[in-house]
């Protein structure tokens, strides 16, 4: 089985612009999470899809960043205008959707993470 | 609010000997607790996991984990380290409502010397 693929790997771009960054999920899971780990800190969650809805995005730093998941399957979060403090690595994971009666936690399978330099 | 601590930033032990990884959480309820290792260019991999019953978990790779409740820790070890363990290890613990959301340590990167 294809795992969570994460395209691009590492992207540099000035401040002010635009980066689109895509997930493709392992095919059949309908959450989807985005993560994102600033240099030397902790990973830090962004938000959370279930199919096509977002179901949480607590997580999201700020207006300049847009996630969509349209269709359900693949996401992109987009990051405009781009900031000195956007730089790290933006992990997506995804899971199955589990249903009532739950048995036990789910558990996220990650991808490669992309990493964003914005200089 | 639940937090995860990692208290070793780096560690470096040599190839063949033990290894112990510390983790601490705080968390209000009966915690999901979770170890990951990223490997140079690769994901995040899950190492084990924790949700109930025996406290003592068995992973990949030959590590394992002990929940200790009254200590609010969930340890890693491994008896005998390889050159190819190293890598960044990551403690969480999950929020679960049916679908859950990660909160992780900072991290504790692992150098093998030969």
């Known amino acids: 089985e294809a795992g969570v693929t994460q395209f691009p790997s590492h992207s540099v771009i000035e401040k002010g612009q635009t980066v689109t960054l895509r997930c493709d999920p392992i095919?059949?899971?309908?959450?989807l999470y985005w993560y994102r780990r600033v240099m030397g800190k902790e990973i830090k969650f962004l938000l959370h899809?279930?199919?096509?809805?977002?179901?949480?995005e607590s997580g999201m730093p700020n207006n300049r960043f847009l996630a969509e998941r349209t269709g359900g399957t693949y996401s992109t979060l987009k990051v405009q205008p781009a900031e000195l403090e956007d730089s790290g690595v933006y992990f997506c994971?995804?899971?199955?959707?589990?249903?009532?009666?739950?048995?036990?936690?789910?558990?996220?399978?990650f991808g490669a993470g992309s990493r964003l330099t914005v200089l | 609010a639940q937090s995860v601590t990692q208290p070793d930033i780096h560690i470096t032990v040599s190839e063949g000997a033990s290894l112990e990884l510390r983790c601490n959480y705080s968390?209000?309820?009966?915690?999901?607790l979770f170890w990951y290792v990223q490997s140079p260019g690769q994901g995040l991999q899950l190492l084990l996991k924790?949700?109930?019953?025996?406290?003592l978990v068995q992973g990949i790779k030959g590590f394992e984990a002990e929940f200790k409740r009254s200590q609010s820790s969930f340890n890693l070890r491994k008896p005998s380290v390889h050159w190819s363990d190293a890598a960044e290890y990551f403690c969480?613990?999950?929020?679960?409502?049916?679908?859950?959301?990660?909160?992780f340590g900072t991290g504790t990167r692992l150098t093998i010397i030969p």
């Open positions: 994971a995804s899971s199955q959707l589990l249903r009532a009666p739950y048995s036990g936690a789910n558990v996220l399978t």
């Open positions: 095919s059949g899971h309908d959450n």
């Open positions: 899809f279930v199919k096509e809805s977002k179901q949480d």
């Open positions: 968390y209000g309820a009966t915690p999901y």
């Open positions: 924790y949700f109930s019953g025996d406290t």
């Open positions: 969480a613990v999950g929020e679960w409502d049916g679908n859950e959301k990660l909160t």
